[in-house]
């Protein structure tokens, strides 16, 4: 059965899916062409100003004033015909609390030209560079991991996105907008998503526990660093995290998961190399910037109710660099097998369908 079959027969499927629903998806219902659910939909209407105000961002700015447009389209669409310039979005939004354990994505889609996104008052993502030194990112498809920590689970929130647009269109132009997670995920654990220390480069030295990383820069993961004002950067970089390892987990068989990474990786937790995927020496790639990194570590690598250092170097050899995708997180064995179980229960689910 060839690939466009396949779609047509999934394609009915998700339509028998919506009429069973009276007309509408459920929530949490998959999209039959991606590993995602839809936990929040944020299409519609939205706050709209042009201009550029810092305050804009604050959860709560009054905006009872601004102009209503709807997302996606673009604002010349809309009434701001010939506008190049910033602009700035705000929406409200409530997601339901038994999502907290949950990794959760914003999609935004495709911006023109670039974007800033702040969700109660603190930057979760970015896409290309404002001026003076502009980059655009109108061809990057916007997926942000927001922790767990910025969010109000069961109470309203606010998303603020700031936009500068160079030239013809403008705005959040087209795609999924709205909060996600993924099909399979791992739910128990400690999540690694969110700021990481960031720096270009490679130094042994900076694997080490008590080295100082604070004068480098906060770079989001997952997510390439293309992305967030390191276009073009092919070769070595570093990623540090420091994370409180609670005592309960003494006794569990660990996991480090780093999600996806592009190309190869070593990773060490306070100094200690704790897996690898690739060869960093010969900088062999392959097809290693695809395979899910999980590594298995023993009873001695954490101290147990203190603060640990996750230290990564990463090679890249062209196009997209970095911790790209998820999961990122410190997981049991037990929840990893089941999350690898899940994944091809699901496989062989879709075998039986179309076999």
Not at 42 to 71: C, Q, T
Request: charged share 25%; with cysteine; glycine share 10%.
């Amino acid at each position: 059965m060839d690939t466009r079959s396949i779609k047509i027969i999934i394609g009915v499927l998700s339509a028998i899916l919506l009429l069973t629903a009276g007309g509408c998806q459920v929530e949490g219902t998959p999209n039959p062409e991606s590993e995602w659910r839809q936990v929040v939909d944020l299409s519609g209407e939205w706050k709209f100003s042009v201009g550029d105000e810092k305050k804009w961002a604050a959860a709560d700015f009054d905006d009872n004033s601004w102009e209503r447009i709807e997302v996606p389209s673009s604002w010349e669409n809309q009434g701001f015909h010939g506008y190049d310039g910033y602009a700035w979005y705000r929406n409200s939004f409530s997601i339901p609390e038994r999502y907290k354990n949950d990794i959760v994505y914003l999609f935004l889609g495709y911006v023109d030209d670039v974007d800033q996104v702040y969700i109660n008052g603190k930057q979760v993502g970015y896409s290309g560079s404002f001026p003076p030194d502009y980059e655009s990112a109108y061809n990057v498809n916007r997926r942000y991991p927001v922790p767990a920590s910025v969010l109000n689970f069961g109470r309203s929130n606010t998303i603020a996105v700031r936009i500068y647009d160079d030239e013809l269109e403008g705005g959040i132009l087209r795609g999924d907008i709205g909060f996600y997670i993924p099909e399979y995920s791992m739910d128990n654990g400690i999540n690694l998503v969110g700021t990481w220390k960031f720096k270009t480069g490679d130094n042994p030295e900076w694997k080490e526990a008590n080295f100082d990383d604070s004068s480098w820069a906060n770079l989001i993961v997952p997510g390439y660093w293309e992305n967030q004002g390191y276009a073009d950067y092919d070769g070595f970089a570093w990623y540090r995290k420091t994370v409180f390892i609670p005592e309960k987990y003494r006794n569990e068989k660990l996991i480090l998961v780093m999600g996806k990474i592009d190309d190869i990786d070593e990773a060490y937790i306070n100094g200690k190399l704790v897996g690898s995927t690739g060869n960093l020496e010969i900088k062999d790639l392959g097809d290693n910037y695809q395979k899910l990194r999980g590594y298995y570590l023993s009873g001695n690598n954490f101290r147990y109710g203190k603060n640990n250092v996750i230290a990564v170097r990463v090679y890249d050899g062209f196009k997209e660099g970095g911790i790209y995708e998820g999961p990122v997180m410190i997981v049991s064995q037990r929840e990893y097998r089941e999350y690898w179980n899940n994944i091809r229960r699901g496989s062989d689910f879709i075998d039986k369908i179309f076999n």
